[in-house]
Structure formats: structure tokens, C-alpha cells
């Protein structure tokens, strides 16, 4: 049996593309959108009224692409976009209704996809993989 890559970046980057590439596929097929989207509207449901400069921070991404993102939702109906009531050229978000449905459409997958990880991983390595994750995506060097 040969060793295991050590090459970690390049695993990550492979299991990143894998993983999203099936929840991609699973959540257009259960609720039309896709994990990016799906990110963006658990941000806007957990914190109505956020910014796109907000928006853009959680999820981690730059403001334009947080832009295109939002308008493609805005688009879709499942965000709604107002004037931000102190800064004139800011915009707050709110779940809409049919984004409320886009999420309970895809809570199904999520839950079948955690649970496809935890067999994979076991419920061990799935709590430490999952704990792993969040301190690399709050990793600053």
C-alpha cells in the first residue's frame, strides 16, 4: 500500500472541488440553487438586514463577486434589497419567502450529505474534520 499524498493544499483543493461539485448538483436538483447561493441566503436568514460589505465578510469572498451573487438572487426572488437607512450607498438584505422555501427545499440534501460524511469519516473523525475546517477558514498567518 503506498503512502498517502502529503501534498495537503492540493488535497484540500481536490476534496473541495469533489464535495462541491456533488452539492452543487444535489441542491439544484432539491431547491434551484447552488451551495454559494445556499451559503449566502443561512447569512441573510441569521442576520437580516446585513450589507453586501457584510455578506462579503461571512462568506469570505470579495464585494464584486458578493455583488453578482446578490443580484442573482435578487433576480431569483429569494432576497430581497433595500437602501440601508444611515449609508447611501449600501444596501441591506432579507430572506424572502421563496428563499425561506429555497432553504427548507434543501435541508433534506444537507442533512443526507452530512450523513453520507459521518459515514465516511465516522462520527470522530466527522466532529474533528468539521473543527479542523473552521479554525483553517479562520486561519490568519
Known amino acids: 500500500m503506498s ?3 502529503q501534498r495537503l493544499f ?4 481536490r476534496a473541495a472541488h469533489q464535495l462541491r461539485t456533488v452539492a452543487d448538483r444535489r441542491c439544484a436538483a432539491a431547491a ?10 443561512f447569512a441573510v436568514r441569521e442576520r437580516p438586514g446585513l450589507t453586501q460589505r457584510e455578506l462579503a465578510a461571512t462568506l469570505g469572498l470579495r464585494e464584486p463577486g458578493v455583488t453578482a451573487l446578490v443580484g442573482r438572487l435578487v ?6 434589497k433595500a437602501p440601508h437607512p444611515r449609508e447611501h450607498r449600501a444596501f441591506v ?13 434543501a435541508r433534506p440534501e444537507i442533512e443526507r ?7 465516511l469519516l465516522g462520527e470522530d473523525g466527522f466532529l474533528r474534520t ?7 477558514a479562520r486561519w490568519q498567518p
Do not use: C, H, K, Y
Open 32 to 41: 434551484g440553487i447552488t451551495t454559494a447561493q445556499l451559503g449566502a441566503l
Open 3 to 5: 503512502e498517502p499524498d
Open 93 to 105: 438584505l432579507e430572506l424572502t419567502e421563496d428563499g425561506a422555501a429555497a432553504l427548507g427545499a
Open 10 to 13: 492540493f488535497l484540500l483543493q
Open 75 to 80: 433576480a431569483a426572488g429569494l432576497v430581497s
Open 130 to 136: 468539521a473543527a479542523a475546517l473552521d479554525r483553517l
Open 113 to 119: 450529505f452530512n450523513a453520507e460524511m459521518r459515514e
